[in-house]
């Protein structure tokens, strides 16, 4: 036996339990580098016992809220679903105080732990934008000041703390290498990482290809941003090469935390998604487009992928989002992320069932479509080639990779 062949055998076994599930009948295995946004946003939203209910039933056991709601944490104890809490933008001013945030944490969390399991606290949302960078610095007092009474209290053993960023902090994300933050927050960039190395903390970011391409149809190939099998692009300076924009996004943060002198930092992402609607100059939303990225995405996570800058560690990403909201502010899109409409049905169909190939004619893309059936056990028969192709496929691409 080759030591080339000893090295592919990990993936071929990989590849083979996959298989084994696929045919077990359980197609969506609990992942654990996979969790799911459950925004409120909404007047018509199922009760939290239903949405535990749903979560299982998605074999998902990692969510995050955009609050403290006292309802859901309290709904959501003994569930074994971990959960990351937020604390709203508004709120940061007051935790510029120690007490306060020792206020804030005796009653937003502790009486919930330990039957709720909550796993993280985020120190607002998107703290730096293009519109507003006013936010930005109250991050860091907070963020110390929140750890810090976790650390009086016992708990910071079991919650980290941290700060989701959009990509608006970088003033540079192409090629990844080039990954470089703003001058205006490097100096508040060069604390945080400080403190994520301190605490064993993750960098988590907002990463939405949806967006560039939505500007940029032209340019920017679909397929690229879809995860569909696609040319990708090589970075110049690495020789490494990627075959999707998310992990191009996911390591120019990467790149830009290194330059700043930690190269150890996890980067994972705390929202991806794709709008399943939009108003008519949202290019790109669109059922059969949400369903192919989350599809594609989840192929993924189960696959255990890391990125190319990081390809022996494995990307944790949580979806965008659980529900449509639509009580939801800006455009049409905003309001359709969600893979499940507030009544429990679908939002579009994820293709477990009805998923067929069809053929581009171009020499360099394959895409994936959807169609209805009436036949569903030909169609469902399609789907397992599809499905077992598309592993062995992921499995030998990391090693072709790794050559690079």
């Known amino acids: 036996m080759t030591s080339r062949t000893l090295t592919r055998l990990p993936n071929l076994i990989n590849v083979f339990l996959l298989i084994s599930l696929v045919f077990s009948g359980n197609v969506l295995q609990s992942v654990a580098s996979l969790g799911i946004n459950y925004g409120q946003v909404g007047d018509n939203l199922p009760s939290p016992d239903k949405v535990i209910n749903l979560l299982r039933s998605l074999r998902i056991n990692k969510t995050r809220i955009y609050d403290t709601n006292p309802q859901i944490l309290s709904s959501f104890a003994n569930s074994n679903i971990e959960i990351i809490v937020t604390i709203e933008n508004q709120v940061l001013t007051l935790?510029?105080?120690?007490?306060?945030?020792?206020?804030?944490?005796?009653?937003?969390?502790?009486?919930?732990?330990?039957?709720?399991?909550?796993?993280?606290?985020?120190?607002g949302n998107e703290l730096f934008t293009d519109e507003d960078s006013s936010l930005i610095r109250y991050m860091m007092p907070a963020t110390i000041n929140i750890h810090k009474a976790l650390f009086q209290l016992g708990l910071d053993r079991y919650i980290q703390v941290s700060s989701p960023s959009s990509l608006a902090v970088l003033a540079e994300s192409y090629p990844p290498s080039a990954g470089s933050f703003k001058p205006e927050v490097t100096s508040v960039m060069q604390q945080f990482l400080r403190f994520l190395e301190a605490t064993r903390s993750p960098f988590w970011i907002n990463?939405?290809?949806?967006?560039?391409?939505?500007?940029?149809?032209?340019?920017?190939?679909?397929?690229?941003?879809?995860?569909?099998?696609?040319?990708?692009?090589?970075?110049?300076?690495?020789?490494?090469?990627y075959d999707n924009m998310m992990y191009a996004q996911v390591d120019a943060v990467a790149f830009a935390a290194a330059k700043l002198g930690y190269r150890n930092i996890e980067v994972r992402v705390a929202e991806t998604g794709w709008p399943s609607k939009g108003d008519v100059g949202e290019i790109g939303a669109s059922p059969l487009n949400a369903a192919t990225y989350i599809r594609n995405l989840m192929m993924r996570q189960f696959a255990g992928e890391g990125t190319p800058a990081r390809r022996s560690s494995r990307l944790e990403v949580y979806i965008?989002?659980?529900?449509?909201?639509?009580?939801?502010?800006?455009?049409?899109?905003?309001?359709?992320?969600?893979?499940?409409?507030?009544?429990?049905?679908?939002?579009?169909?994820?293709?477990f069932s009805t998923m067929s190939t069809t053929s581009t004619t171009t020499a360099t893309s394959k895409s994936v479509t959807y169609s209805s059936s009436a036949t569903k056990a030909k169609?469902?028969?399609?789907?397992?080639?599809?499905?077992?192709?598309?592993?062995?496929?992921?499995?030998?691409?990391?090693?072709?990779?790794?050559?690079?």
């Open 95 to 123: 935790l510029q105080d120690p007490q306060q945030a020792l206020q804030w944490v005796n009653s937003h969390i502790k009486p919930y732990i330990p039957a709720t399991s909550i796993t993280g606290i985020m120190v």
């Open 379 to 404: 169609s469902t028969l399609k789907y397992w080639k599809i499905l077992i192709l598309a592993m062995i496929g992921v499995s030998f691409r990391g090693k072709v990779i790794e050559k690079i």
């Open 320 to 351: 965008f989002a659980l529900f449509n909201e639509d009580m939801k502010p800006g455009p049409i899109s905003e309001k359709n992320y969600g893979i499940f409409q507030p009544d429990g049905s679908l939002a579009y169909d994820l293709g």
């Open 207 to 241: 990463a939405y290809p949806y967006f560039p391409y939505k500007d940029n149809p032209n340019t920017i190939p679909i397929d690229y941003v879809l995860f569909n099998r696609n040319i990708g692009m090589t970075d110049p300076n690495t020789g490494l090469h």
